[in-house]
């Protein structure tokens, strides 16, 4: 499903170039569930980034589906973000203005979604998450795990093939982790892959898969 | 979609409080002025669009060495112009005269009738409601009135009913023949009753010639041909027929009808008209509000837009792409600019009297007759709207999504230059307008207090038209009265009309000469200075003397002025210089003469009254001015009053130079109000910090004054040297004028900075006495 050859990231500064991603080969089959680890600052973050079509590598070839991201227009690369990918963050990122219901509706907005087909399938998740009690509180007013859950539901509303979580229980107490670990892991076994950025080696276990990154190198699997 | 964004827009709009408020109010006045003006300009612009071949029309007017330009000529003109070139498709001409309408003997109303001759109604393309479309004034005693005047004073149908009205050849009485309507549109050409010039004897009995008075304003309409051949063919027409006398060249000019409402530099033109210059002042002032309140608008959104670059990460991963992001942005703007606008209707609505006042004219805010005004206002909005959207837009597209989401750094920096760039142009105009103010005001208030030379106070004029021998005995009866100091009767008051006639030096320079008839107590009523020489006495001999002004003497070179005469009458005395007009005139060479020489115009009597007695002597000398003249009431006013006429396009300035200085100030204050509460909201965390660290109230409020007292600072420098050129010129209008001097300058620097300083403090002292740890634990 992803297909990376040679990646590499750098930003250009006056002088020289720093590299943050280097000479990165990397497959992911779909259905897989593969843990990034490493210290702070290795280019996990960017590298989740760029599979996800939010940056673009500065060398080097990624394939999605086959398709040459790489080569891609803008156009038809959000067509395919936004058809294919759901992002989960540790700061959870719900726009603060709306409300739960409306922060999952959104991405389908986005999609043209016709109304009644979007109704059908936010309460359906809602229900699903156990949150219908709390569709139109807005995002300040719930705890941390709540929150994440709503952004779990988020990326999964438009049911895509590929979910990238960037530290997903970085903010939460165990238990909530532990919660939306399960989530994660249930969305897996029903067919979605997913990449997720972990600190945790016990987060790390739900995972069939773990790429060590230091320093932009991937180390060995 | 569209939903979810003005969902958003309107939360932000309540949660932005402060932000939005100020955004909405202070575009909404500039938008507001835009309106007014723009409604204005179209309204003084359209003048004349209602006549069919308008621009083919242009009006007859009189010219000579003698006199200035005037609007009106000799009777008879337009049929002679017809009858003699070819090149005029048609002409006519008419009398304007304000008519009384009489019940017993108190006045009910006053007409606004014209008298014209045949060709009047076809020549303008009148409308005819009611009557015999070939003849519409079969006879000398008939009338035809507009729709209005009908309903307003006829209860019945008017056609056929008498109408009895005084004018300035006795009480005539009329039978109306025909109701029409008024020129279509906005016209200078103004009427509410029609009658045929031919009641008017001396018209009827005479031929065209240009001995004759000149009371008609006359129009001709061309044919294809070109203006300058029928310019040529009127002045060798004009030769032709006028033999020349003393040298004096007269004749005709042509000046086009549509330019009389805002160009006609003709004395007694058609009343109603204004000056293309008040367009100007108003659409620059219109510019410069919309400008600052839009430069505030600009500023202010995209200082918010930082705020929400968390936001615009979040959608891009969800999806959004750039179309999405500035379909939201747009809408997001809008909003506010629709608000705005609404808002701005509002405000119109309420300063609509008050700029009619000003302005003195009537507008109205309808959409439908001012569609224009709006489309173009509108149209303004969508544009600001569209900037600041691509403003922002631009800075986003350049970043990806991981900054977005991160924080604020790269956008911020530049971001803050384009905030201290409009607010730096903002006080600019404020000072400049500041300063404009304030020199306005002085010049004003020199012009008001320089000593013209003789004393005005409670000194009264009456318009005379009593024959010079019951003028004398009116005179006679009042002189004496317990209340009145001086009376004198002369051909000139300050604040009116002086003739004169242009004389000739040794150097053969054309230099004009001021005449006037005046009596004994003349010099004494004025308080004017008698440097050398004698009075006016009643010695016979006196009817052929004269005396001068130290000017005259000045100009043509005399040394010894008792010893000369003037046109061979011998000058017997010399005053000191007068300003006989308004400040912006030089003083000029003046001549006096006793009533018994030849007159030079129009009788006035002036009347100084003593102090403390003013009303009682006034009812005293109108009971006994209806003794002498029943027919026709009493004509005063105060000098002091006539002379402040001369500066009412002055007082006019300098009251929209107030206004506009006061909402550009407002406008300035409240952009830097909200960017303040933008800033300290964005560093409560740092003003924590310094605080715990140990720095005092006064170091954290000028954190935030020192960057703005900068950008104030250099507003003033570029604001003082344009501020000077433009005052400069206006004042060279003025022949006393005051010198611009720096305090001026220092004055409205410091208006500006001292308010700025105090919105800032205000906001800033906030933030810098609120308790550290709940800032800290915030963040
Ligand atoms: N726009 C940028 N310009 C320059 N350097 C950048 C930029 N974005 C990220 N970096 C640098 O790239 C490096 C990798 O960042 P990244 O966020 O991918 O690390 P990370 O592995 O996710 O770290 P953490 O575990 O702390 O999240 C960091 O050193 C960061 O400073
Ligand atoms: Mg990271």
Redesign the pocket.
């Given at each position: 499903m992803i297909k990376l050859l040679g990646v590499s990231k750098y930003?250009q500064n006056k002088f020289d170039k720093?590299y943050?991603l280097r000479n990165i080969n990397l497959e992911i089959k779909e259905g897989e569930f593969v843990s990034i680890m490493?210290?702070?600052?290795?280019?996990?973050?960017?590298?989740l980034y760029i599979i996800g079509m939010l940056d673009s590598a500065s060398e080097g070839e990624y394939y999605f589906l086959d398709e040459q991201v790489h080569k891609m227009k803008e156009k038809r690369l959000t067509e395919l973000h936004k058809s294919h990918i759901g992002f989960v963050f540790q700061q959870y990122h719900l726009i603060d203005e709306l409300t739960v219901y409306e922060n999952i509706e959104t991405p389908l907005l986005y999609q043209k979604v016709s109304g009644s087909e979007r109704k059908g399938k936010v309460a359906e998740l809602l229900d699903r998450f156990n949150m219908v009690a709390k569709k139109d509180l807005f995002p300040n007013q719930l705890s941390g795990g709540q929150q994440q859950l709503a952004a779990i539901a988020r990326a999964i509303i438009s049911k895509p093939k590929l979910i990238l979580a960037?530290?997903p229980t970085g903010n939460l107490h165990s238990d909530q982790g532990k919660e939306i670990m399960q989530l994660l892991k249930k969305l897996n076994d029903e067919g979605t892959t997913i990449i997720q950025?972990t600190?945790s080696e016990e987060n790390a276990k739900y995972g069939n898969r773990i790429i060590k990154?230091s320093d932009g190198w991937i180390e060995k699997e | 979609m569209l939903k979810n964004y003005l969902k958003i827009a309107f939360r932000n709009i309540r949660k932005n409080k402060i932000n939005s408020l100020t955004n909405i109010l202070s575009l909404a006045i500039g938008l507001s002025a835009t309106l007014l003006v723009l409604i204005y300009v179209f309204h003084e612009t359209s003048y004349e669009n209602g006549i069919k071949d308008a621009d083919k029309i242009y009006q007859v007017y009189h010219t000579s060495k003698l006199l200035p330009k005037l609007a009106k000529v000799q009777a008879h003109s337009a049929e002679e112009l017809k009858n003699r070139i070819p090149e005029i498709e048609n002409a006519t001409e008419f009398q304007s005269e304000e008519l009384k309408i009489y019940k017993g003997k108190h006045l009910e109303r006053t007409v606004n009738n014209i008298a014209v001759d045949n060709s009047f109604f076809e020549f303008f393309d009148i409308e005819i409601v009611q009557g015999d479309k070939r003849n519409l004034l079969p006879n000398l005693n008939s009338i035809v009135v507009t729709e209005q005047f009908a309903k307003s004073f006829f209860s019945s149908n008017p056609i056929g009913q008498e109408l009895k009205l005084t004018t300035s050849e006795g009480i005539k009485e009329f039978i109306v023949t025909g109701i029409i309507k008024p020129i279509k549109g906005h016209s200078q050409i103004k009427f509410e009753t029609v009658v045929s010039e031919n009641i008017y004897r001396r018209i009827k009995e005479s031929n065209y010639s240009f001995d004759a008075a000149m009371d008609m304003y006359c129009f001709v309409k061309f044919k294809k041909s070109n203006f300058s051949t029928i310019l040529t063919k009127i002045r060798e027409f004009v030769s032709l027929v006028y033999t020349l006398d003393d040298g004096l060249e007269m004749g005709y000019g042509l000046f086009p009808l549509k330019e009389i409402h805002l160009k006609s530099d003709l004395l007694v033109q058609l009343p109603g008209c204004s000056d293309i210059k008040y367009i100007y002042i108003l659409l620059s002032i219109a510019l410069l509000l919309l400008i600052t309140s839009n430069s505030n608008f600009i500023s202010l959104t995209s200082a918010n837009f930082i705020k929400k670059i968390n936001e615009v990460g979040i959608r891009k991963t969800i999806g959004a792409d750039k179309k999405d992001l500035f379909t939201q942005f747009f809408l997001e703007n809008i909003l506010i600019i629709f608000i705005s606008f609404i808002l701005a209707f509002v405000i119109s609505f309420f300063l609509l009297s008050t700029f009619n006042n000003l302005m003195q004219i009537q507008i109205s805010l309808d959409p439908f007759t001012n569609y224009q005004a709006y489309i173009i206002t509108f149209t303004i909005t969508i544009l600001i709207a569209l900037i600041s959207t691509v403003l922002v837009s631009r800075i986003m597209a350049k970043q990806?999504v991981?900054?977005l989401l991160g924080g604020k750094i790269f956008v911020q920096n530049s971001k803050s230059y384009l905030n201290k760039f409009l607010v730096t142009c903002q006080f600019a105009i404020a000072v400049l307008l500041i300063s404009t103010t304030i020199i306005i005001r002085e010049q004003v208030s020199f012009i008001k207090n320089k000593d013209l030379g003789y004393n005005i106070d409670r000194l009264i004029v009456i318009e005379s038209s009593l024959k010079s021998q019951e003028c004398n005995s009116f005179i006679n009866e009042i002189k004496n009265y317990s209340g009145i100091e001086n009376v004198s009767r002369a051909t000139w008051f300050p604040g009116k009309l002086i003739g004169h006639y242009i004389g000739e030096n040794e150097k053969k320079e054309d230099i004009p000469v001021h005449c006037l008839n005046v009596d004994n107590s003349f010099m004494n009523t004025l308080k004017i200075k008698l440097i050398n020489g004698r009075n006016f006495n009643d010695l016979p001999t006196d009817t052929n003397c004269c005396i001068i002004n130290e000017a005259y003497a000045k100009f043509f070179n005399i040394n010894n002025p008792l010893t000369e005469k003037v046109f061979n009458n011998p000058i017997i005395g010399i005053i000191k210089d007068i300003n006989i007009g308004s400040l912006k005139q030089n003083i000029e060479p003046m001549v006096l003469y006793t009533f018994s020489k030849r007159s030079y115009g129009a009788s006035f009597i002036g009347i100084k009254i003593k102090p403390e007695r003013v009303k009682e002597s006034i009812e005293f000398i109108m009971k006994m001015w209806e003794e002498f003249s029943p027919e026709e009431p009493m004509k005063y006013s105060f000098v002091e009053d006539d002379l402040n006429n001369y500066y009412t396009e002055e007082n006019r300035l300098f009251n929209a130079a107030v206004i506009t200085s006061i909402l550009s100030l407002i406008i300035s204050l409240m952009e830097i109000f909200a960017l303040t509460a933008l800033n300290v909201e964005k560093r409560t965390k740092e003003i924590g910090i310094r605080k715990v660290l140990g720095a005092s109230v006064f170091g954290v409020v000028n954190l935030f004054i020192r960057d703005f007292s900068k950008w104030i600072l250099i507003a003033n420098l570029i604001a003082w040297p344009l501020a000077y050129y433009f005052m400069d010129k206006w004042l060279q209008d003025f022949a006393y004028r005051i010198e611009i001097s720096w305090w001026i300058f220092a004055l409205s620097g410091g208006i500006a900075l001292l308010i700025a300083l105090v919105t800032v403090s205000f906001q800033a002292i906030k933030a810098a006495t609120a308790n550290p740890v709940e800032s800290l634990r915030y963040e």
């Open positions: 930003y720093t943050i490493g210290p702070s600052g290795a280019g996990k973050s960017t590298l960037d530290e950025v600190h990154l | 990806n991981s900054v």
